[in-house]
């Protein structure tokens, strides 16, 4: 596989009233040609701030790169200048954002905010332009794009606006697509149509994907590999199978088992984690999930775990998964939604 | 699997044993909890610009109170034989207050006077010390008194025509509309033709159509706090509407309340002050700051101390003010606090 | 439930807003359910669908335009009297999606808790007051030293335990929830969820549980409604709805909800709807949902379908079940 971005001990912080916020603290990963990586985490676990740092959008005055390499193509953005950035920016990495109803000028007809992209990266004629436009519509499923591409966003729904956003973010063919809770804001019917889209889309371009999401589901819809963040660090990663069904790290173990399922017996309780995430600017000593986590040991309490390697794929930090550490069952249920799959890797 | 053991071997073998529940439990942060207008106190104090203006909004006030009394003279009192005195203060000599006209000669000397006008007096002589902070204390009058009638007015009207919404807001609104359709220089310069012009006079003339913008402002808010789910939350409990609006909704529009207060009340000042100067404003011997400095423009090549004090006070006010009222936008604005 | 008693019935409800001139927004149009005594219902649906108007206007924040909503054998649509008003406002109350605009940021946590009680009970004193707060501080997985804070110092789960102690501070019998959990994170949801549940079954709580999750409503719910523009088109025991839902509005609905189970995301096959819910003010004629319907008829343009009980407690609005079809 080839490897397209590599990231590498990022630290972000942001400064505020209350002192430093250190918002991602040591992330690293890679991105694969044409695979999606989901970024799970709830609010304030750094995921957002990671795809942000990715596209250079920080804003300047609060925030800053403290460390770490961000490696595409040979550069490291996190050194290149504004200039180049935009010119890699649309053209080579784009982003789609949560809010469809924000991330489009109201000003504007869509045509023009999806040609905008096209002339500045590429060089070409504003007819071939215009043609280009109305095919990108209508491969993000707009009807009659010859029509609505002199329309304004206020007259597209949600889903379509967010067809638009993928389309202004697929007019130059980049090589990778940061989504960012691209379907947080739709409804359920609608976020399958735009999922599938994405999908489709993917196959079709070769486009790495990474997307930040919060939702299980859709991880399990959309990625190959995942990696699980809480309080600015990555807990765990492996493929989309590690993390499902032999998931090592509690606080994965938390995440999946306080979501219902569908199928499940409503008469149970759920197994929420308790307690609420860290204050990023006054992080206790050791794992940041440590007061959460049941499973905790004295050493959790004063000392980070580093990173184990289960597989060659599937990384974790955690101390239960040092040796002197005492031998935890993962709790009953997790994984064991398919059983029969479940045992067939556990004997594999 | 293969599992590589963590390269940490100076943690001891005992602390891989399971914490004791006591730890788990979240350590409580004991600070005492700040309330809405401490934490703003706290901000305000943190900004520096709007700190200044408050030091030196307070001492002009305080100056403007206890400055008259430093002398004999007040403020009407008329001596011709003091009559366009320069400023002399004894041990200022070097900065300037020595008594001598902008022509080099001495006054004081020439007239053969001996007790000093600290600022000067003006063409009959009367003190310009006093007058000046006289003038300060009508201003600062006017401009408070002004705005606190606008408050009043405009919150009532605008809180009124939010809340209960609907037909009234329509008609209400159309009211307000009309008013700002009127050109307020016209209105003011009528009603100030009509009446007297003295201080009375001016301020109802600026609140006629003063109170407009203080109304919006509040009607805005409260259209805006209407929706929110405490609001629906209240109601669901079953408050009555009184209590509604002075537990639910008042306290939450002070913020900008105050600072369209703090923005009106040098805009108050500055316009008595064009008032004056156009000669539709206080009628001398009383004077404001845009009295002083009418006259003090009529003799500005000869007597140029006779605009410079006013003007520098009109200008720190006016200063003053504003930074302050944008510290204290800042201070209170609720998107800074989540 | 052994005995089911109908707690709280909803007759042909309609509640149209006016947008603009002539534009009439019918957000809740002919609408019939009931709530048995103790259970949860679950009203599901799309954003705009209505749903949280129907909870609205049931609590009486908006007056109905036509319709009853009978509570305990009292029609409370009609005029009431102002104490028959507050023993109404006393036995049901709300908890709000949005836990950070739900709370007055301007008032303290004891002060908040109280507000009901000073409402309902004026006369009661300081000590008395206080000791109920400190109560269901504890009550809802708070500590009694919160009593003095300002929300603003709260994360949302905890905002969202608060609004839940606040409606609970009037004793209520009936709690609607408007997407309690739609602003929570994960791990958070899970745990109002269970204090909703614990609640429940500590003081015999009815809840009328509004959500767009189907999972979660699936998960609290008892029976459960589904809503598309304005009107119900599904109401059945949940596990029944799940396992064999009627119409085709819910079944696509269930099958684009998204499973944390990759195996299964893998192999099922989805229901993907084409198009967009319609503008709520140009409803389509006949079936409102036939625009998007996989499985749309010709009578489905003509004529609405009716709202049907097709077997014991499952109630369906679609051609396709109707005896003349």
């Known amino acids: ?348 | 699997m293969g599992r590589k053991p963590n390269e940490t071997p100076e943690i001891p073998d005992d602390m891989f044993t399971p914490a004791s529940p006591g730890i788990v439990t979240k350590a409580e942060t004991s600070a005492a909890p700040l309330t809405f207008w401490q934490e703003a106190w706290r901000r305000l104090r943190k900004n520096k610009g709007a700190l200044a203006g408050l030091i030196t909004i307070v001492f002009l006030i305080v100056v403007s109170l206890i400055g008259p009394l430093f002398n004999e003279y007040s403020y009407s009192q008329q001596d011709l034989v003091r009559s366009n005195l320069p400023p002399k203060i004894a041990g200022l000599e070097w900065l300037g207050f020595d008594g001598t006209r902008s022509s080099g000669e001495n006054t004081y000397e020439e007239r053969g006077i001996t007790a000093n006008a600290w600022f000067g007096t003006d063409e009959f002589g009367r003190d310009l010390w006093t007058r000046l902070w006289k003038a300060t204390q009508v201003s600062l009058f006017i401009g408070v008194v002004a705005a606190f009638l606008d408050l009043l007015i405009g919150v009532v009207y605008g809180g009124i025509s939010a809340f209960y919404g609907g037909r009234l807001d329509n008609v209400m609104q159309r009211i307000i509309e009309v008013l700002v359709g009127i050109p307020n220089l016209i209105v003011i310069i009528l009603f100030i033709l009509i009446f007297e012009p003295g201080i009375l006079s001016i301020i109802l003339a600026m609140i006629i159509t003063g109170w407009v913008g203080m109304a919006r402002v509040v009607r805005g808010q409260i259209l805006q706090l209407k929706g929110q789910e405490f609001i629906l939350a209240a109601r669901t409990l079953g408050t009555s509407n009184g209590k509604l609006i002075w537990k639910h909704l008042f306290p939450n529009v002070m913020g900008p309340i105050i600072i369209t207060v703090m923005f009106t009340i040098p805009s108050a000042i500055f316009f008595e002050a064009f008032l004056s100067f156009i000669g539709l404003g206080l009628q001398p011997p009383l004077a404001s700051l845009g009295v002083l400095i009418e006259d003090g423009y009529q003799s500005m090549r000869f007597f140029s101390y006779k605009l410079i004090f006013p003007a520098i006070v009109i200008s720190a006010l006016m200063i003053s003010f504003n930074l302050l009222a944008d510290g204290l936008r800042d201070a209170l604005d609720p998107k800074m606090r989540r | 439930m052994a005995d089911k008693v109908k707690l709280l019935e909803v007759n042909r409800l309609k509640k149209y807003f006016h947008a603009g001139k002539k534009k009439v927004l019918k957000a809740v149009d002919d609408v019939s359910f009931y709530v048995y005594k103790g259970e949860t219902l679950g009203l599901v649906g799309e954003s705009g669908c209505g749903k949280s108007t129907v909870g609205r206007t049931i609590i009486n924040l908006y007056k109905a335009t036509s319709g009853n909503v009978i509570y305990d054998g009292m029609n409370v649509q009609q005029k009431l009297s102002v104490r028959d008003l507050k023993k109404y406002k006393k036995k049901m109350q709300m908890i709000f999606q949005d836990p950070y605009s739900s709370l007055n940021p301007r008032m303290t946590v004891a002060e908040i808790i109280a507000e009901g009680i000073d409402n309902h009970a004026p006369g009661i004193s300081r000590e008395r007051k206080m000791e109920k707060v400190y109560q269901l501080l504890e009550l809802v997985g708070l500590h009694s030293s919160h009593a003095n804070r300002y929300p603003h110092e709260f994360s949302g789960g905890q905002r969202q335990r608060i609004g839940i102690a606040r409606a609970l501070a009037v004793e209520p019998e009936f709690i609607i929830a408007d997407e309690p959990i739609a602003a929570l994170d994960v791990s958070i949801q899970a745990q109002i969820v269970n204090l909703l549940r614990e609640l429940q079954r500590g003081k015999q709580l009815t809840y009328l549980f509004i959500a767009h999750d189907l999972s979660m409503v699936k998960h609290i719910s008892d029976r459960v409604a589904v809503m598309y523009l304005g009107q119900l088109v599904e109401l059945s025991g949940s596990e029944k709805l799940y396992a064999n839902p009627l119409h085709p509005y819910t079944k696509a609905l269930l099958s684009a909800v998204p499973l944390p189970d990759p195996d299964l995301e893998r192999t099922r096959e989805r229901i993907i709807l084409k198009g967009d819910v319609p503008n709520p003010l140009h409803p389509p004629c006949g079936c409102r949902f036939r625009t998007r319907c996989p499985e749309a008829k010709a009578i489905c343009a003509e004529a609405a379908p009716e709202w049907r009980e097709t077997e014991r407690d499952h109630f369906v609005a679609c051609h396709i079940y109707s005896a003349c079809w």
């Open chain 1, 1 to 348: 596989m080839e490897k397209i971005l590599s990231v590498e001990n990022l630290h972000v912080s942001f400064y505020s009233d209350g002192g430093e916020i250190a918002a991602v603290r040591g992330v690293s990963f890679d991105v694969n040609k044409g695979e999606t990586l989901a970024i799970v985490g709830e609010s304030g676990s750094g995921k957002s701030v990671t795809a942000k740092t990715l596209m250079k959008l920080l804003p300047k005055q609060n925030s800053i790169i403290k460390q770490g390499d961000v490696k595409y193509g040979g550069k490291n953005l996190v050194q290149l200048t504004n200039r180049d950035m935009e010119k890699l920016r649309g053209s080579e990495i784009s982003m789609v954002f949560q809010d469809p109803m924000t991330s489009l000028n109201p000003t504007m007809t869509i045509g023009k905010q999806v040609m905008e992209g096209l002339k500045r990266h590429r060089t070409m004629s504003k007819k071939t332009a215009y043609t280009r436009t109305v095919e990108l519509l209508e491969l993000v499923g707009i009807p009659d794009p010859g029509e609505r591409i002199n329309q304004y966003p206020h007259q597209f729904s949600g889903g379509m606006r967010q067809r638009v956003v993928i389309a202004m973010a697929l007019a130059c063919n980049p090589k990778m697509l940061i989504a960012d809770e691209p379907t947080t804001a739709l409804d359920v019917t609608i976020q399958a149509q735009i999922l599938e889209l994405m999908k489709e889309l993917q196959k079709k371009f070769q486009t790495a994907i990474i997307l930040i999401t919060h939702d299980l589901g859709v991880v399990a819809n959309m990625a190959q590999r995942v990696a699980v963040m809480y309080a600015g660090e990555i807990m765990e990663s492996g493929t989309l199978d590690e993390i499902f069904y032999q998931p090592k790290h509690p606080y994965t173990w938390g995440l999946l088992s306080s979501m219902p399922k569908l199928h499940a017996d409503r008469s149970l309780p759920l197994t929420p984690i308790p307690g609420t995430p860290p204050d990023l600017s006054h992080l206790p000593e050791g794992c940041p999930f440590a007061p959460r986590c049941q499973y905790a040991l004295k050493v959790c309490h004063q000392y980070e775990p580093g990173k184990t390697k289960v597989s060659t794929t599937h990384t974790v930090s955690c101390w239960l998964e040092d040796e002197r550490a005492p031998k935890v069952k993962k709790p009953e249920g997790i994984g064991g939604m398919q059983r029969g799959r479940q045992s067939k890797i556990a004997g594999s």
